[in-house]
């Protein structure tokens, strides 16, 4: 059983920064490939920012680029979504995901696990 739990949300004005947090748990996290998703209130579940385990490649959404980071630290097992130049729009639900197999990063039904999400509001 993998648990993840994000923190680190909350509320920043526009052009501001916020570090997320997702807490790996449950099995042997550097096995496991690593993403970021968000959801706005009406909307569809969207591709954020990826990391694989294997060579760390990144991957993010052209939105996003730029502006976010996404990085990991195995001996801590913790993903991390470094946010910078936050915008109004960037308001959502944000969600970490696992995957075990190396399968399309920017796809949600990739991933095997998902936290709870922590609320990010970028106020203007």
């Known amino acids: 059983q993998v648990q993840l739990v994000e923190s680190g949300g909350g509320l920043v004005q526009a052009g501001g920064s916020l570090r997320l947090s997702c807490a790996f748990s449950?099995?042997?996290?550097?096995?496991?490939?690593m993403g970021w998703f968000r959801q706005a209130p009406g909307k569809e579940r969207e591709f954020v920012a990826a990391i694989r385990w294997s060579d760390t490649s990144t991957y993010y959404a052209d939105s996003m680029k730029g502006r976010f980071t996404i990085s990991r630290d195995n001996a801590k097992n913790t993903v991390y979504l470094q946010m910078n130049s936050l915008k109004p729009e960037d308001t959502a639900v944000y969600y970490c995901a696992a995957r075990e197999w190396d399968r399309n990063p920017y796809r949600s039904g990739s991933y095997d696990y998902w936290g709870q999400g922590t609320q990010v509001t970028v106020s203007s």
């Open positions: 449950g099995r042997t996290f550097t096995y496991y490939n």
